[in-house]
């Protein structure tokens, strides 16, 4: 996939990412102002304060009004990039992962609320609870994969064969996008945060809740992988 197919404030972000590190960027320094940084990395006013407000929830850097922008912890290329190592670049980004799970778990998430059986709620409060020891042990590639289970089960709750259908065809794809935000361990326990609220939207049968709480899981999964997804505005 080219630059040009990925959403303006991702691109934007990791260039600022790489401005940092390139450019040798540490702790307090301040960037150049936010007009200046548009006109050097060729994007929109709006599209940069997205990806400042993305960078400053990873802890990046630190937007202080009247003042400027600060970075507050340096830049590893060689991790920060760890999506640009993405084994499946033939078949789709992980933007585009990003993207589906957005729009279909959302989706299913609301759906299973008024559909999930006893069982299946069952196996996912056992599913959480499990994420939460693995967690705190520090094995994110169990983790990883309960996180799988949980979307899982959610599919199958949900009743819809065709979506069931496209997380096992493509469960490699899904279990890949799903292990990228442990890249930032000291954030790991986010995933099992939303995961809980998620539960709770579902055991209440609040299927706008549910949906809502899982659109924003996505979201915050592929923030805390570096990648901004573009979501439709809502009015």
Not at 19 to 32: K, N, R, T, Y
Not at 90 to 117: C, H, K, M, N, W
Not at 136 to 153: C, G, N, P, S, V
Not at 207 to 231: F, P, Y
């Given at each position: 996939m080219n630059?040009?197919?990925?959403?303006?404030?991702e691109v934007?972000?990791q260039?600022?990412?790489?401005l940092?590190?390139?450019?040798?960027?540490g702790?307090g320094?301040?960037?150049?102002?936010q007009?200046?940084?548009a006109?050097?990395?060729g994007v929109?006013?709006a599209?940069l304060?997205?990806?400042?407000?993305s960078?400053?929830?990873?802890?990046?850097?630190?937007?202080?009004?009247?003042?400027?922008v600060f970075?507050?912890?340096?830049?590893?290329l060689s991790?920060?990039?760890?999506?640009?190592?993405?084994?499946f670049a033939?078949?789709?980004?992980?933007?585009?992962?990003?993207?589906?799970r957005y729009a279909?778990?959302?989706?299913?998430a609301?759906?299973?609320?008024?559909?999930l059986?006893?069982?299946?709620?069952?196996a996912?409060?056992?599913n959480?609870?499990a994420?939460?020891?693995?967690l705190?042990?520090?094995d994110f590639d169990a983790?990883?994969?309960?996180?799988f289970?949980?979307?899982r089960i959610?599919?199958?709750?949900?009743g819809n064969q065709?979506?069931l259908s496209i997380?096992?065809?493509?469960?490699?794809l899904f279990?890949?996008?799903?292990?990228?935000?442990?890249?930032r361990?000291?954030?790991?326990?986010?995933?099992?945060?939303?995961?809980?609220?998620?539960?709770?939207?579902l055991?209440?049968r609040?299927?706008?809740?549910?949906?809502?709480s899982?659109?924003?899981?996505?979201?915050?999964?592929?923030l805390?992988?570096?990648i901004?997804?573009?979501t439709?505005?809502?009015s």
């Amino acid at each position: 996939m080219n630059s040009i197919s990925r959403a303006v404030p991702e691109v934007a972000l990791q260039a600022i990412r790489k401005l940092i590190a390139e450019q040798g960027f540490g702790p307090g320094d301040v960037l150049p102002s936010q007009r200046d940084l548009a006109l050097q990395l060729g994007v929109s006013r709006a599209s940069l304060r997205e990806a400042l407000s993305s960078l400053s929830a990873l802890g990046v850097i630190s937007v202080q009004p009247g003042k400027g922008v600060f970075v507050q912890s340096p830049i590893d290329l060689s991790r920060s990039e760890s999506a640009g190592s993405w084994p499946f670049a033939a078949q789709a980004s992980p933007v585009d992962i990003f993207q589906l799970r957005y729009a279909l778990e959302g989706f299913a998430a609301g759906l299973a609320a008024v559909t999930l059986t006893a069982d299946e709620l069952d196996a996912l409060e056992d599913n959480v609870e499990a994420m939460r020891k693995k967690l705190r042990d520090e094995d994110f590639d169990a983790a990883a994969r309960l996180d799988f289970e949980f979307h899982r089960i959610l599919l199958l709750a949900s009743g819809n064969q065709a979506m069931l259908s496209i997380l096992s065809t493509r469960a490699e794809l899904f279990l890949e996008s799903q292990k990228l935000p442990f890249i930032r361990p000291e954030r790991a326990m986010e995933t099992w945060q939303e995961h809980r609220k998620i539960l709770r939207a579902l055991t209440r049968r609040a299927s706008g809740a549910a949906q809502k709480s899982m659109q924003e899981h996505v979201r915050n999964a592929a923030l805390r992988t570096g990648i901004v997804i573009a979501t439709p505005a809502t009015s």
